[in-house]
């Protein structure tokens, strides 16, 4: 792992600390501070969390926060299992099914954990899609697309504009349906957005988020 890839969520003393004992995310990792020592897999945190904690995946399959300090003595006991994410081959299409689009712009809604090592991922191409709800080849034939992957609050009105010409593209294209998968906390400003933009589609815009 590159401590400049900013999945890893970590900085400031938490990163100095780990970079010192030169472990990385997904390695075994023991944390000991005042008489008191946990052990478990060093995960990625939210980039918008304090820079004094780390987290970590104990035996029992429960995350914790570990404060550190200078005090803090951090030590690999063993490699881990590096997050990791396998898809499944999607399954065959019926082409009777109606088709449906869904537009990635970022968001808890358009990721995927690993449950094993707390990682995640942007998770939208139909293998992952198909992979995580099977149950959708019996429903439509999807196709997906990330137009872009950013926290809602960083989405402006140059990203509706955007969103707005690629859903029009795919209306033009012939769809039945578009989905856009969006962060919560600036959602209803983009689906306002989007009804100015967008008037009497042929086929149904939903947003949804989690």
Do not use: C
């Not at 938490?14 to 004992?21: E, G, P, R, S, V």
């Not at 926060?65 to 997050?83: C, F, L, M, S, Y």
Request: aromatic share 6%; glycine share 10%.
């Amino acid at each position: 792992m590159t401590w400049k890839d900013e999945t890893s969520g970590y900085g400031g003393e938490a990163l100095k600390i780990l970079k010192k004992a030169k472990v990385e995310v997904g390695d075994r990792i023991r944390v000991s501070n005042k008489g008191k020592a946990y052990e478990g897999i060093l995960i990625p945190r939210s980039e918008y969390g304090d820079e004094k904690h780390v987290v970590i995946k104990l035996k029992s399959g429960y995350n914790v926060g570990v404060r550190v300090t200078e005090d803090t003595q951090i030590e690999k006991t063993g490699p881990g299992a590096k997050p990791a994410f396998t898809t499944l081959p999607p399954p065959s299409q019926n082409p009777l099914l109606p088709r449906a689009t869904i537009i990635s712009t970022g968001g808890t809604i358009a990721s995927r954990v690993d449950y094993r090592t707390g990682a995640v991922r942007p998770a939208l191409s139909a293998s992952d899609l198909y992979s995580v709800v099977p149950e959708l080849a019996q429903i439509a034939r999807i196709g997906t697309q990330i137009l872009f992957s950013l926290f809602s609050e960083n989405i402006i009105p140059k990203q509706w504009t955007d969103l707005a010409e690629a859903v029009a593209k795919e209306m033009i294209g012939g769809v039945d349906g578009v989905v856009i998968a969006h962060g919560t906390d600036t959602m209803g400003y983009t689906a306002a957005a989007l009804s100015f933009a967008l008037q009497d589609t042929p086929a149904p815009v939903i947003l949804v988020g989690s």
